[in-house]
């Protein structure tokens, strides 16, 4: 049995609690600081999942073997390395990567000359400073029309920019590099060709060497229905993706996750854990638009459902290097999730709404995303609040179940897409 201390406060961690908590290898579970949801699993920690010192002292006081990074930002602030570093801490297993591996995510610079060192394909591009301003306007200037700009940094989901048009686009770039709108994360600025086409969600799960792949999945990000509007965290997500059949996961292994894999391990990149591969198929070949060093969320809310396989017992393969036994097993049932979120978002909306009607839900797991207890009720703390997640012979099947106990669970201001899944329910 192995103590486990899983960090973050979202749907995904609510989704990987569930599963966790099930394995017969998951001893004392504890979660920081985890949602009303994740207490139903675990012991949720008040600690903040960026305060190292603080889980350091945790690891000591519960005995923690493992801990599994939710978000990115202890693994781009070096969660790894801290606990490899601290001697004694250095026994648990990390089930993320590295500081230099998660730049990945941590740095858009990096991983598209990552990608270019490794011919993987992406879209191509320019990186730029501020001292390199005037090149950059005149290389919007020669570009064909949309174009993408893209803080180097994390910018908590804000830092990419589609322009219409070269006015739209020097807009976006002078208040990025110019006046630093997202501090040191845009002091260096990726300017990329637009690639048209449709997105999926591809994870792979790694030990360095070895690896397997999780259920595909396909998020719908922006907060209007027919894909219209801002961009928020997720709306929903629907695994498996019809268009990921197996000619076109063969092109995503043999050109994209591998060289990926091999290449860190060829530049003595330390990764080992999740690999999100953010990607676009475009005429039928797929491309990546982004890496991450974890799992997505609302991904998680239908990939982790849909893992037949021990999620401990692979954290310890992982650890072992030997992922290469481990067969993973996919259920054939579809899943979907509809999220629910506070009115406002993604931009202002008020916390603290009393949630109702959870008893009368029946047929989906509910994985809180943005909620906590009051007073012995559970109410929204956060603008994405709650992902019904259910499962069906087929995604329409399965997102018909999701949406029948949307309608059942209430708060004041609830908000949600009507239309996850549009492009492949009937
Ligand atoms: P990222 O933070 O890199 O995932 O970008 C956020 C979103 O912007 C992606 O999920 C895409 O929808 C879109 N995007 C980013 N880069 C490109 C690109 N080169 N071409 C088209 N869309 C893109
Ligand atoms: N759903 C996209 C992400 O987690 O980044």
Redesign the pocket.
């Given at each position: 049995m192995k103590n486990i201390l899983l960090l973050g406060s979202g749907g995904r961690e609510c989704a990987l609690a569930w599963k966790l908590s099930q394995s017969p290898l998951c001893g004392t579970f504890f979660i920081a600081p985890g949602n009303a949801g994740t207490a139903e699993y675990g012991i949720n920690l008040p600690i903040s999942y960026n305060d190292f010192e603080a889980i350091g002292k945790a690891c000591l006081e519960y005995k923690i073997d493992i801990i599994i990074p939710g978000p990115e930002d202890p693994l781009v602030l070096g969660i790894y390395d801290f606990i490899k570093n601290t001697p004694a801490l250095r026994h648990i297993i990390v089930a993320g990567p590295s500081k230099a591996g998660a730049q990945l995510e941590g740095s858009k610079a990096f991983s598209k000359k990552f990608m270019e060192r490794h011919n993987i394909p992406t879209a191509s591009y320019h990186e730029y400073t501020k001292d390199s301003f005037e090149q950059g306007v005149a290389y919007i200037k020669r570009s064909d029309m949309p174009i993408v700009i893209k803080a180097d940094g994390l910018a908590a989901?804000k830092g990419v920019v589609i322009a219409q048009n070269a006015i739209e686009a020097v807009k976006a770039f002078r208040a990025m590099v110019m006046d630093e709108q997202f501090g040191e994360a845009s002091s260096k600025v990726v300017i990329e060709q637009f690639l048209d086409g449709i997105e999926l969600?591809v994870f792979a799960f790694t030990d360095g060497t070895n690896y397997v792949l999780l259920p595909e999945a396909k998020?719908y990000?922006r907060i209007g229905e027919g894909d219209k509007g801002l961009n928020t965290?997720?709306m929903g997500a629907i695994s498996p993706v019809p268009f990921a059949d197996n000619e076109f996961m063969l092109k995503v292994t043999e050109r994209i996750v591998v060289p990926t894999i091999t290449g860190l391990k060829k530049e003595d990149i330390f990764y080992q854990g999740f690999i999100?591969f953010?990607l676009i198929k475009v005429n039928g070949d797929p491309y990546v638009i982004e890496y991450?060093c974890r799992l997505?969320?609302?991904?998680t809310e239908v990939v982790i459902p849909r893992l037949e396989n021990d999620l401990v017992e692979m954290i310890l393969k992982m650890e072992e290097g030997k992922l290469d036994e481990v067969v993973v097993q996919h259920s054939a049932k579809a899943a979907g999730a509809v999220m629910l979120v506070s009115e406002g978002y993604p931009g202002h909306y008020e916390k603290g709404m009393e949630m109702t009607g959870f008893d009368s839900v029946k047929g989906s797991l509910l994985f809180h995303a943005g909620t906590a207890t009051k007073d012995g009720a559970v109410v929204t703390n956060g603008g994405r609040v709650l992902a019904i997640t259910s499962y069906g012979e087929d995604i329409g099947q399965a997102l018909d179940k999701s949406y029948e106990n949307a309608s059942i669970v209430n708060y004041k201001g609830k908000y949600y897409r009507k239309d996850i899944g549009w492009e492949f329910s009937k």
């Open positions: 989901g969600s998020d990000k965290g997720g999100f953010g991450n997505g969320d609302p991904e």
